[in-house]
Structure formats: structure tokens, C-alpha cells
């Protein structure tokens, strides 16, 4: 799988492009392949080919080589290195696959809630955290609130990265990844209020930092569109309601 699929998810969830090389994620050095799948020789030429995928230069999103084992491993574990080999599935086969769904193999019964657990146990969260975090609070002064990201960190945790991840290896889209990130945003209200009053023209006192807030909470489904889209009529719709509710504050 070039995990073509969750190269793009990974993106998808660090906002494409703000996320790097995802950095040291559960800690230096590597993971024996066979201390969870299996002891075979099978199960870890499955794993290396897997995990050096996502290590590669050319991967949507590069990750250091034990998150990447990690996740390698959970893979394996859900489709059986022996399942693979009768089915005449090589590493490499594998590797290019688009999604899990496509090998010829039989995925368990609860595929997608073992392989997000799996997933869990790699430690995504944190840098995905901390991208949203610098993505959203690039342009206000001092950065986030501590409410703010606290509100980011709790939206996005290792088990909902998980399932996002599972999902997208399984199903083959980033459909759940591009959910998670935007439900993470669009569930902070205090993160979207200090980024709207940053790049106010005017001056925002606090009450006006109030009445926007509440505009933004009470106008989730606008505020997930103009996230979308940035082009819809849902910025202009969410700035006029902001407007005609916070009349002391002028733009």
C-alpha cells in the first residue's frame, strides 16, 4: 500500500502540508517485528515492507521509523502473514495495494474496531495536535488560548485518530481523516473565534469577542462549510450574522 490512502489521510488531518515529517512520535529506536506479529519470517518481511512504505522520501507524509513499524505492525496483525503468502500476496503486493478492502484476503468479523485499536497504540495524536494547534494559531498574536487547544487536544485523540486511520486504510478514501480534522475545528469554538478576531480590521473588545463566539457555536453547519469551502457563500453568510448580532463590532 504505498498506503497511498493513508499518506492522504495523514494530510488530511494535519491540514495538508502543515504537519512535516511527523517527528519522533512514541519514541527513538525500532520495533522487533515479531513481538506482535508473530514469530515468523513471513510476518516481518510483511511488517519492513509496510513500514519502510511510510518512511519513504515519496510518502504523502513520512513518519520516523517506529511510528511507522508501529502502524505496520497493526496492519499485519489484522491480515494474517500466512493468509497473505496463500494467497500469493507479497510484500510488495501489498505495499501497492490502494486499501486493505482490495487484497484477496478475508478481513476479520470487527476489522475496522481492531485495527483502530491497533492504530491507537501508535501515538498519532500529539503531532497531529500540535499542527492543528500552529495551523490555526499562526496569525493571532501569543498563539491559541490554553482553552483553545485544550479544546483541539480532547477533539483529537490517539482513538479517534485511530479509527480515522482505520477507516482509511480499509475503505480507501480520507473521508474519515477529513472528518475528524474538521469536526476537531468546527467543535472548538474558542479557537475559531480568536482566529476570526485576529484577522479582524477593527478593534475587538471583549464583549465583541463574546457575542462572536456565541455567533460561531450557534453556527456549526456554516462554520463547517465555509471550512470546506472558503469560496462558498458560508463565510459571507457567518460574517453577516456576526454582524447584524454583534452590532459594536464593525469588521
Known amino acids: 500500500m504505498q498506503l497511498r490512502v493513508l499518506g492522504t489521510a495523514m494530510a488530511v488531518l ?8 511527523g517527528g519522533d512520535l512514541v519514541g527513538g529506536g525500532t520495533i522487533d517485528a515479531d513481538t506482535r506479529a508473530g514469530e515468523s519470517a513471513d510476518a516481518e518481511a510483511y511488517v519492513e515492507a509496510v513500514a519502510e512504505s511510510l518512511v519513504a522520501d ?3 507524509v513520512p513518519l520516523d521509523e517506529r511510528s511507522a513499524t508501529c502502524m505496520a505492525i497493526a496492519i499485519i496483525d489484522l491480515i494474517d502473514a500466512g493468509a497473505l503468502g496463500e494467497a500469493g500476496i507479497s510484500p510488495e503486493d501489498l505495499v501497492e495495494a490502494d486499501s486493505l478492502g482490495e487484497v484477496d484476503v478475508d478481513l476479520p468479523d470487527g476489522a475496522a474496531s481492531e485495527l483502530a485499536a491497533g492504530m491507537a497504540e501508535c501515538h498519532l495524536a500529539e503531532p497531529i495536535q500540535e499542527a492543528l494547534v500552529e495551523e490555526l494559531g499562526a496569525d493571532v498574536d501569543g498563539g ?6 485544550r479544546c483541539l487536544e480532547q477533539a483529537v485523540d490517539d482513538q479517534a485518530v485511530g479509527v480515522a486511520m482505520a477507516a482509511a486504510l ?6 474519515s481523516a477529513e472528518a475528524l480534522a474538521i469536526d476537531a475545528i468546527v467543535g472548538c469554538p474558542e479557537a475559531m473565534t480568536e482566529v476570526f478576531v485576529a ?8 464583549a465583541d469577542e463574546a457575542c ?6 450557534a453556527n456549526p453547519d456554516l462554520m463547517r462549510s465555509a ?5 462558498s457563500t458560508a463565510t459571507q453568510e457567518l460574517g453577516t450574522l456576526i454582524l447584524d448580532a454583534c452590532p459594536r463590532f464593525t469588521g
Not at 144 to 149: E, F, G, K, N
Not at 170 to 175: A, L, N, Q, Y
Not at 227 to 231: A, F, G
Open 58 to 60: 515519496d510518502a504523502d
Open 14 to 21: 494535519v491540514l495538508v502540508g502543515c504537519g512535516g515529517d
Open 170 to 175: 480499509i475503505e480507501g478514501t480520507d473521508e
Open 212 to 217: 462572536i463566539h456565541d455567533v460561531i457555536e
Open 227 to 231: 471550512i470546506v469551502d472558503e469560496d
Open 144 to 149: 491559541l488560548s490554553s482553552d483553545a487547544i
Open 199 to 206: 484577522e479582524a480590521s477593527s478593534p475587538v473588545t471583549p
